[in-house]
């Protein structure tokens, strides 16, 4: 294993379980946001053409739930990647709140440079009721003609916020090709969303990768993924509630 560690305040330790070359790869990002379109189709994609686990992020700031799949506990954040597609995929199923978001974003991109990729696709969600099936923003220039070029709609004006806001930032600051999907949720976990991500992602990093399916297999995952995420914010609201009762009360 290789423990790539970058000091600070609120540290992250990114394993690899795999010694995998990344150098010219393409980072697709599937942290919650909203609809989980981005998780749902990071996760697709990693499921549909069996992307290999090559490592875990790992952090005292994550909450002590798990996910089990097939009788054992999984990593709340891993890291998958297909040599021949030459693309990474890093997945939460846990909620990157505001007091990770900093950390996260700074240390994932000092993580991306390490590793030599070259380019990232973040993921999020936007709602826009009458609007198009997927949207998209640049880090800079030289991004925002990738978007252009695939014929997908830009955001020109808006706000942005978590975790998705400050790696979009820090790619920018360090002059790192990116560009954030944002799916039009119209639901919790809107698996057609999910699909019209993961059609764009396809478009342009070229993979094969068949969108049809998705629809059904998401029902599961909506369900899932909704669960694991209610459990997380129950979790929240008990440990608040316990930090609370045991504050000092003066009269």
Same mark, same amino acid.
């Given at each position: 294993?290789?423990?790539?560690?970058?000091?600070?305040?609120?540290?992250?330790?990114? =394993?690899?379980?795999?010694? +995998? @070359?990344?150098?010219?790869?393409?980072?697709?990002?599937?942290?919650?946001?909203?609809?989980?379109?981005?998780?749902?189709?990071?996760?697709?994609?990693?499921?549909?053409?069996?992307?290999? &686990? %090559?490592?875990? =992020? !790992?952090?005292?700031?994550?909450?002590?739930?798990?996910?089990?799949?097939?009788?054992?506990?999984?990593?709340? =954040?891993? %890291?998958? #990647?297909?040599?021949?597609?030459?693309?990474?995929?890093?997945? @939460?199923?846990?909620?990157?709140?505001?007091?990770?978001?900093?950390?996260?974003?700074?240390?994932?991109?000092?993580? =991306?440079?390490?590793?030599?990729?070259?380019? $990232?696709?973040?993921?999020?969600?936007?709602?826009?009721? &009458?609007?198009?099936?997927?949207?998209?923003?640049?880090? !800079?220039?030289?991004?925002?003609?990738?978007?252009?070029?695939?014929?997908?709609?830009?955001?020109?004006?808006? $706000?942005? @916020?978590?975790?998705? #806001?400050? *790696?979009? *930032?820090?790619?920018?600051?360090?002059?790192?090709?990116?560009?954030?999907? *944002?799916?039009?949720?119209?639901?919790?976990?809107?698996?057609?969303? #999910?699909?019209?991500? $993961?059609?764009?992602? #396809?478009?342009?990093?070229?993979?094969?990768?068949?969108? &049809?399916?998705?629809?059904?297999?998401?029902?599961? *995952?909506? $369900?899932?993924?909704?669960? &694991?995420?209610?459990?997380?914010?129950?979790?929240?609201?008990?440990? +608040?509630?316990?930090?609370?009762?045991?504050?000092?009360?003066?009269?």
């Amino acid at each position: 294993m290789i423990y790539l560690k970058i000091e600070g305040p609120k540290s992250f330790v990114f =394993v690899e379980t795999k010694n +995998t @070359s990344l150098k010219g790869y393409t980072l697709i990002e599937g942290f919650p946001d909203l609809g989980l379109a981005g998780t749902i189709g990071a996760r697709y994609i990693v499921d549909k053409l069996k992307f290999e &686990q %090559i490592g875990f =992020v !790992d952090s005292d700031l994550f909450m002590p739930i798990t996910r089990i799949a097939n009788g054992v506990p999984l990593h709340p =954040v891993r %890291i998958y #990647a297909s040599k021949k597609d030459k693309v990474v995929i890093i997945i @939460s199923e846990q909620i990157i709140d505001n007091k990770m978001a900093t950390s996260m974003a700074r240390e994932l991109v000092e993580w =991306v440079k390490k590793k030599g990729i070259s380019r $990232v696709i973040s993921t999020s969600g936007v709602k826009m009721p &009458q609007g198009k099936d997927v949207y998209a923003f640049a880090s !800079d220039e030289k991004s925002k003609k990738v978007i252009k070029e695939n014929k997908i709609e830009i955001i020109t004006e808006g $706000v942005t @916020s978590g975790v998705t #806001a400050l *790696l979009m *930032l820090y790619l920018k600051d360090n002059k790192i090709e990116a560009f954030c999907i *944002l799916g039009n949720a119209r639901n919790n976990a809107d698996y057609s969303a #999910a699909a019209e991500v $993961v059609k764009t992602i #396809a478009t342009i990093t070229k993979i094969k990768i068949d969108t &049809q399916p998705l629809i059904d297999e998401a029902k599961k *995952l909506e $369900v899932a993924i909704s669960s &694991q995420l209610k459990n997380i914010e129950d979790q929240q609201a008990k440990e +608040t509630r316990v930090d609370s009762s045991q504050t000092p009360m003066f009269t």
